[in-house]
């Protein structure tokens, strides 16, 4: 960890998707990626930045894929995902309740997103130590935004000014996100991220700007993409430093 290693950092990674729009047999989180599997990949990068963290991984109680040789941190703890992605992250803050402090910072981190890049991480971390709402990384959109009608046709153009792809790590206090979640699942919101949990509390988290390359993978042709991102950040000492040689040694 950087300069504010003496935050404690719990690390969040929800493992239990399906992935049903990859429509492949294997749950996306275990398709093989630069030779080995997404997951593999996705926790050493977390790793790399941040050595001492703990980790809570959600993984689906029926799971047969997942191999613990994959997990690079000393201390982590497995949770049973849950029907949607916040019910599996409430479970894992749930399992976390003893040991996690209510001032701790939490970072979700979806596994599906393997090429995050380490400056980002850092960044981010820096970011959520100096915020009191917390927040996430994010990137401003660039494409014209279309509404549809229903019907295959447009509605209406949306204005891109002011709009950011949420990505994820997501990250807040324990005690504010465990909150969030309670609630946002009590009220059965829809929430797709940590992020619009702390919304409905009326809270802004801090949008902190990311590479586009932080891409969840989620069709089909996002695997090869993926390849590409992470052979291309080999060469770009800001996205993964020395982590080719984590991955062989
Ligand atoms: O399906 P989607 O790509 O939006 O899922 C985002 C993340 O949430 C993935 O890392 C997936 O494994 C996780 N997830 C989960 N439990 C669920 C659904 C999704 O942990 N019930």
Not at 15 to 26: K, S
Not at 48 to 74: K, M, N
Not at 161 to 169: C, E, F, N, S, V
Request: with cysteine.
């Amino acid at each position: 960890m950087n300069e504010h290693s003496a935050e404690r950092l719990w690390l969040v990674v929800p493992a239990a998707g399906r992935g049903r729009r990859m429509g492949t047999e294997l749950p996306k989180q275990y398709l093989m990626l630069a030779g080995r599997p997404v997951l593999a990949h996705t926790l050493a990068r977390l790793h790399q930045a941040f050595p001492a963290a703990r980790l809570c991984l959600c993984l689906d109680p029926d799971d047969a894929h997942f191999d613990s040789s994959w997990v690079p941190f000393t201390q982590w703890w497995r949770s049973p995902g849950g029907a949607e992605r916040v019910d599996s992250v409430r479970q894992a803050l749930v399992m976390l309740a003893d040991v996690a402090e209510h001032d701790d910072l939490v970072m979700v981190h979806d596994v599906a997103r393997p090429c995050v890049a380490l400056a980002d991480l850092e960044r981010l971390f820096a970011a959520l130590c100096e915020d009191e709402v917390g927040g996430l990384l994010a990137a401003p959109v660039a494409d014209t935004m279309k509404r549809d009608d229903g019907q295959g046709r447009v509605a209406r153009t949306e204005t891109r000014r002011g709009l950011w792809h949420a990505q994820t790590p997501q990250g807040f206090r324990y005690g504010l996100l465990r909150r969030a979640l309670d609630e946002a699942v009590a009220s059965r919101l829809e929430v797709t991220d940590e992020a619009s949990a702390v919304e409905a509390l009326g809270l802004s988290p801090r949008l902190v700007p990311g590479r586009r390359d932080n891409i969840k993978i989620t069709h089909p042709e996002d695997l090869a993409l993926a390849g590409h991102i992470l052979a291309a950040q080999r060469d770009d000492p800001l996205s993964s430093p020395g982590y080719e040689h984590e991955e062989t040694s």
